[in-house]
């Protein structure tokens, strides 16, 4: 539609007139609900990481970039929150944190801790927001910016060009997701999950 109304006001300078036609709808799909004992059945397939990661999705809400993105510092355990930054529409929000998950969350902590400490030794930390590096030049060396969910592996910040750790790719939970399941036995299709 774009392209004639330009073609037509810049190429052949003719107004192009009204056009009496109506837009195709998109198609409304219906979305996939999982009943509690299917969630169990999934939950059961998983553990560690991934039982952590998916029962933060399920229990406080989160997409899976926003819990992908989550640092030490946006835990607050007294209060039973987590907070989101850069969540959907670029908007910070609170939202709940089970008490279930303390424990799962506190080891967590435990095992990216000495990730970050060993990135420190070499020079290297977590991937910091935006150009906030610049900024505060050590902050990657704080506790308190340590990503819950880190990568395996070193990548470049794609603001400032330094070496630094990113949280994990969001293929690797879909992954997992998807072999649990498949694993699980219920009736769904794991795209239609992921």
Wanted: charged share 20%; net charge positive; glycine share 8%.
């Amino acid at each position: 539609m774009n392209a004639l109304v330009f073609l037509y006001d810049k190429f052949l300078q003719r107004p192009l007139g009204g056009l009496d036609f109506n837009r195709a709808n998109k198609p409304r799909r219906l979305p996939v609900v999982l009943n509690r004992s299917e969630v169990q059945a999934i939950f059961n397939q998983l553990d560690g990481r991934n039982r952590l990661l998916f029962a933060l999705l399920y229990g406080s809400g989160l997409r899976i970039t926003e819990c992908l993105r989550l640092r030490v510092k946006d835990i607050n355990f007294d209060a039973g929150s987590l907070t989101v930054h850069d969540g959907k529409g670029g908007k910070d929000r609170v939202t709940l944190l089970p008490s279930s998950l303390h424990d799962s969350l506190h080891q967590q902590i435990e095992e990216s801790l000495p990730i970050q400490l060993e990135d420190n030794q070499r020079g290297v930390g977590p991937s910091l927001p935006g150009v906030l590096g610049k900024k505060y030049p050590n902050a990657f060396r704080q506790p308190a910016w340590t990503l819950l969910f880190p990568s395996s592996g070193l990548c470049l910040h794609p603001h400032t060009g330094i070496n630094c750790r990113h949280h994990l790719h969001d293929s690797v939970p879909c992954k997992a997701l998807k072999i649990a399941v498949a694993n699980s036995g219920i009736a769904v299709t794991a795209e239609a999950v992921c």
